[in-house]
């Protein structure tokens, strides 16, 4: 039986709707999946830039001379070295009591990470370490520190870290020193001691 003109007509209407309608929920759909990736990826690399910037702004560099101080009347070895760190151009105050420091040399020596002193310097500057496990680190001058005394290293400061060194540290050897504090870049210090050790003197 032949459906008269006008009800076919409207049948075709019918399905071209339907088709339409698929096809714009499908297609709303689509752009919701492709803007919500576009926008994550987007907050993404907003989230690494930030982090890389403020890892970047929170490392401390070496300020002027890494000073040797040999104890004893014919030294052979460095008792410890002064190094004078400040933070880089535009960084972050830094918890210096979270920082990592370790230590090798061309003779063996290695200490992956040097204990800190809190309670003071005393320990470091009156003897030479037993062992390589012995040595130990401490923080022996702040200068133009800001506010109350505490751990963190602000723009400005300049602060003395006094680092014990192990018994390998002799003369002509190569040691390095590793500063990784808890967020940022790492700072590598590369000296060789001298072949004769007076008091006190650079390494270069």
Not at 71 to 76: A, I, Q
Not at 138 to 158: A, D, H, R, T, Y
């Amino acid at each position: 039986m032949k459906l008269p003109q006008t009800l076919e007509t409207a049948f075709t209407g019918l399905e071209a709707a339907i088709v339409l309608i698929a096809f714009v929920v499908v297609a709303a759909v689509f752009s919701y999946v492709v803007l919500g990736a576009g926008f994550y990826t987007t907050q993404t690399a907003q989230a690494t830039v930030h982090t890389g910037v403020a890892q970047a702004s929170s490392s401390v560099e070496v300020d002027g001379n890494v000073m040797g101080v040999a104890l004893g009347d014919t030294p052979s070895q460095l008792s410890y070295v002064n190094v004078s760190i400040i933070l880089m151009a535009g960084g972050t105050p830094m918890d210096l009591s979270q920082m990592v420091i370790s230590y090798t040399d061309t003779a063996g020596g290695r200490n992956a990470s040097i204990n800190m002193t809190p309670s003071g310097c005393g320990t470091i500057l009156s003897a030479n370490a037993a062992t390589k496990d012995d040595i130990q680190w401490c923080v022996s001058q702040k200068i133009n520190e800001v506010g109350n005394p505490n751990n963190l290293i602000e723009p400005n400061e300049l602060w003395i870290l006094t680092i014990g060194m192990p018994p390998t540290a002799t003369v002509n050897q190569k040691i390095t020193l590793t500063l990784q504090p808890a967020v940022g870049a790492v700072s590598s210090i590369s000296k060789t001691i001298p072949g004769a050790l007076s008091k006190i003197q650079p390494i270069y």
